[in-house]
């Protein structure tokens, strides 16, 4: 079927790719493709001599690859970028672009079940191929795990009663979709905040279901030695547990923590950010409301 809705509307899109400081014969990687909307932004500033390598786990978003002699895509997890950069001969690059979070088109794809909005079968897998579905976590894992999972992923107050809810409620019939899922937590769904609460039940499943944290500090540790000196990363992050792990990460080198300091206090990190955060503007904002949370950090390799 034909899809006529926008893909993914690219976030942020000029201040990232300008964020990154194109040099026309440079090799850069967009992350996270989707759509493609930053990739095309990048080729439009590449000139004959650049390269652009694109990731995309999801296998709808290859539907949308670019015919350019320059662009190579890669239907596979951005954790695995110094894996695959090195198979096509690639060991240093000179920016990294990345846009974390769910692509429109995943919400928008009731079967894929990323969206509170529609009834659907509980799965919210990225990699389509991937085992590990959201039916695996709400129906296998153990009170505790299913605590964490809502503690750590959602910063839900509630989560030990909502673990306990769910692990009760299950030894009666599995859990198999978003409406039986609503009716097993409604207590905890107030009427006024139902969609807040809802969204973040809904993020900490997905996040644990493909290791977005884990993935996310996987990238980030390989950007010291994928990046030449003077490259730079580009990340949009739409929440506060990656995007504090990306602050931490270039201010520190480290997810936390202090970084070691010599005698004098001194320490060495191989990053330095560029500039300060960036949000969207209001403009963008009523164009594309997905926007709203979106935060964009720069770094430099010193």
Same mark, same amino acid.
């Given at each position: 079927?034909?899809? #006529?809705?926008?893909?993914?509307?690219? @976030?942020?899109?000029? !201040?990232? @790719?300008?964020?990154?400081?194109? /040099?026309?014969?440079?090799?850069?990687?967009?992350?996270?493709?989707?759509?493609?909307?930053?990739?095309?932004?990048?080729? *439009?500033?590449?000139?004959?001599?650049?390269?652009?390598?694109?990731?995309?786990?999801?296998?709808?978003?290859?539907?949308?690859?670019?015919?350019?002699?320059?662009?190579?895509? $890669?239907? +596979?997890?951005?954790?695995?970028?110094?894996?695959?950069?090195?198979?096509?001969?690639?060991? +240093?690059?000179?920016?990294?672009?990345?846009?974390?979070?769910?692509?429109?088109? %995943?919400?928008? @794809?009731?079967?894929?079940? &990323?969206? #509170?909005? &529609?009834?659907?079968?509980?799965?919210?897998?990225?990699?389509?191929?991937?085992?590990? *579905?959201?039916?695996?976590?709400?129906? #296998?894992?153990?009170?505790? %795990?299913?605590?964490?999972?809502?503690? %750590?992923?959602?910063?839900?107050? %509630?989560?030990?009663?909502?673990?306990?809810?769910?692990?009760?409620?299950?030894?009666?019939? +599995?859990? /198999? #979709?978003?409406?039986?899922?609503?009716?097993?937590?409604?207590?905890?769904?107030?009427?006024?905040?139902?969609?807040?609460?809802?969204?973040?039940?809904?993020?900490?499943?997905? $996040?644990? =279901?493909?290791?977005?944290?884990?993935?996310? /500090?996987?990238?980030?540790?390989?950007?010291?030695?994928?990046?030449?000196?003077?490259?730079?990363?580009?990340?949009?992050?739409?929440? *506060?547990?990656?995007?504090?792990? @990306?602050?931490?990460?270039?201010?520190?080198?480290?997810?936390?923590?202090?970084?070691?300091?010599?005698?004098?206090?001194?320490? +060495?990190?191989?990053?330095?950010? =560029?500039?300060?955060?960036?949000?969207?503007?209001?403009? !963008?904002?009523?164009?594309?409301?997905?926007?709203?949370?979106?935060?964009?950090? $720069?770094? !430099?390799?010193?």
């Amino acid at each position: 079927m034909r899809m #006529t809705m926008a893909y993914h509307n690219a @976030v942020l899109l000029k !201040e990232t @790719v300008d964020g990154l400081d194109i /040099k026309p014969d440079g090799i850069y990687v967009d992350v996270t493709f989707g759509g493609g909307g930053h990739s095309k932004e990048i080729l *439009s500033r590449l000139g004959k001599d650049g390269k652009l390598f694109a990731f995309d786990q999801d296998k709808d978003a290859l539907a949308n690859s670019i015919d350019d002699d320059r662009f190579v895509l $890669i239907n +596979e997890n951005f954790r695995f970028i110094k894996r695959f950069l090195r198979f096509y001969g690639v060991k +240093e690059v000179d920016g990294v672009l990345a846009d974390f979070g769910v692509s429109s088109h %995943q919400f928008d @794809v009731a079967e894929r079940g &990323f969206s #509170t909005r &529609f009834e659907a079968d509980l799965d919210m897998r990225m990699n389509q191929q991937n085992t590990l *579905s959201a039916f695996g976590v709400i129906n #296998t894992y153990d009170e505790e %795990q299913l605590k964490q999972v809502f503690y %750590q992923y959602g910063e839900l107050r %509630q989560a030990p009663a909502m673990a306990r809810e769910i692990v009760s409620e299950r030894t009666k019939e +599995e859990i /198999k #979709t978003s409406k039986q899922l609503k009716a097993v937590l409604k207590r905890f769904l107030n009427h006024k905040k139902e969609n807040k609460v809802l969204a973040q039940i809904y993020q900490a499943i997905r $996040i644990e =279901v493909n290791q977005e944290i884990e993935a996310l /500090k996987e990238l980030l540790l390989q950007m010291p030695e994928i990046l030449k000196k003077g490259g730079r990363l580009a990340f949009i992050s739409y929440h *506060s547990l990656e995007d504090r792990l @990306v602050k931490r990460f270039i201010r520190n080198g480290l997810f936390e923590g202090e970084p070691e300091r010599d005698v004098f206090g001194n320490y +060495e990190v191989p990053l330095k950010k =560029v500039g300060g955060l960036i949000i969207p503007s209001q403009e !963008e904002i009523k164009i594309n409301s997905r926007a709203r949370s979106a935060k964009l950090r $720069i770094a !430099e390799k010193i």
